[in-house]
């Protein structure tokens, strides 16, 4: 069964093939560029576990191109217990040290880690973009489901010979966050060094 959906700036196509294996691709038409556009797009996805963690990957590529704004997008992405309150974060509140420590380690040298999670990117050219729309690919298998709040997902990357977890829990409005992240700021195949001078 395939069912296809057109949101108003993004397209979320979802199939399913298998009862305890399902696959789910998800297709974002714009990183955004501003917290007001990236909160619609959580309003939009965060319903459901799998546009949560498609959230999560967005917010990735925001920080790349803008660091201040993807802490921001983080924070929104992120479940309540990665947080720490801070008057100077986004409402209140900012990520905790686990997490500044892994994006400030492992994301901020390598950009490219970000677009690996994006359908048709290769190490061999860079991690480059496709086209748009985005697309963000992610599983389950019979033991993802947690609990009735909680589940692990996987996250195709294509420089990694597997798809990566994540784990994501529904907060007490519905909408789905961020638990665990770590598996997506493991390393990569490296893109080749350019010989141009």
């Given at each position: ?74 924070t929104i992405a992120l479940d309540r217990n990665n947080l720490v309150e801070d008057n100077s974060g986004y409402k209140g509140f900012k990520p905790d040290k686990s997490f500044t420590y ?69 907060n007490d409005k519905g909408i789905w966050k961020t638990s665990n992240y770590s598996s997506l700021f493991v390393g990569i195949k490296t893109p080749p060094v350019s010989d141009d001078l």
């Amino acid at each position: 069964m395939r069912k296809v959906f057109l949101l108003t700036s993004f397209l979320l196509c979802i199939s399913f093939f298998a009862q305890s294996n399902e696959v789910f691709t998800i297709g974002i038409s714009n990183i955004p560029t501003t917290i007001e556009n990236f909160t619609s797009v959580r309003d939009d996805l965060s319903n459901t576990p799998q546009g949560g963690a498609a959230v999560f990957v967005v917010a990735m590529l925001m920080y790349v191109q803008d660091e201040e704004l993807g802490i921001q997008a983080f924070t929104i992405a992120l479940d309540r217990n990665n947080l720490v309150e801070d008057n100077s974060g986004y409402k209140g509140f900012k990520p905790d040290k686990s997490f500044t420590y892994m994006v400030q380690s492992y994301l901020k040298p390598r950009p490219y880690l970000a677009n690996s999670y994006i359908l048709n990117t290769t190490h061999t050219d860079g991690y480059i973009l496709p086209q748009k729309p985005y697309k963000i690919k992610l599983s389950t298998n019979p033991y993802s489901n947690i609990s009735e709040d909680e589940i692990k997902l996987f996250v195709e990357c294509s420089g990694a010979d597997s798809p990566r977890p994540i784990i994501m829990k529904k907060n007490d409005k519905g909408i789905w966050k961020t638990s665990n992240y770590s598996s997506l700021f493991v390393g990569i195949k490296t893109p080749p060094v350019s010989d141009d001078l």
